[in-house]
């Protein structure tokens, strides 16, 4: 049976991910950072689970031979984990150097190093997927308007495809969902009730299928990524945002 990795389970959509690769059968264990809101995550999931850090390379390694240990070495990865790590917009000049890493070390080397640790099983075993969780912020400037998020989505996006082009010859494909406005956890939300009432319905009129997104939306997208029918389908960007002007 295929064995998944879902990092990122604490926030809606890693979660849904995760619900719908083990629906489609799949053996599927995930990850997140250590605390309360990743032992409820996987308690609720009811799927076997290993805390990390994923922004620190250590971390992750220690996470791979856990999880070679005790599960096995994954043919399906996906990277969900992410996020603004509770941030606001600043103005440019009053950005910290601590907050504009801290962004990185989320949603980009938690890509990196799990790529690093899972890929080379799958270059043996001649066989994976991939699939990384960027954003609309990966494409154009992100509504958070955080600088560090729209950076590090951008630079997930190139991330992706630069290992679809590596992996390719060994039969891994590497692509990545760019979800739209999703309310999939405590940040999304702020940020949605933030606009009131004349910003919400503005944002909404600027999608084609006048709704906001679910977190089945983006697993389903994901769940096409990782089957057969996309066995020829690599270094992709797959947009899941209703249709955002």
Request: aromatic content about 6%; hydrophobic content about 45%.
């Amino acid at each position: 049976m295929t064995l998944a990795l879902v990092t990122g389970v604490v926030g809606g959509i890693g979660a849904a991910i995760a619900r719908r690769l083990r629906q489609d059968g799949m053996d599927v264990v995930v990850t997140d950072m250590p605390g309360p809101a990743f032992e409820a995550a996987q308690a609720e999931l009811g799927l076997p689970g290993h805390a990390a850090d994923l922004g620190n390379r250590e971390d992750v390694a220690r996470l791979a031979d856990t999880i070679k240990k005790h599960q096995g070495a994954p043919t399906v990865l996906v990277s969900a984990a992410g996020g603004v790590r509770g941030q606001v917009h600043h103005p440019v000049e009053d950005v910290a150097e601590d907050d504009w890493r801290a962004i990185f070390a989320a949603n980009t080397d938690s890509a990196f190093f799990l790529a690093q640790m899972f890929a080379p099983a799958m270059k043996k075993r001649g066989a994976g997927r991939i699939v990384t969780i960027s954003s609309g912020a990966g494409l154009k400037p992100s509504l958070t308007k955080i600088q560090a998020y729209t950076a590090a989505k951008h630079a997930l996006v190139g991330l992706t495809k630069q290992l679809a082009l590596e992996l390719g010859p060994f039969g891994i494909t590497v692509n990545s969902v760019a979800p739209g406005f999703v309310l999939s956890n405590d940040a999304t939300q702020r940020q949605w009730e933030s606009y009131g009432a004349d910003g919400q319905k503005a944002l909404v009129e600027n999608i084609h299928l006048r709704r906001l997104g679910q977190p089945e939306d983006i697993a389903n997208a994901v769940a096409f990524l990782v089957g057969d029918q996309a066995s020829w389908i690599t270094g992709q960007i797959l947009s899941v945002d209703g249709g955002h002007r």
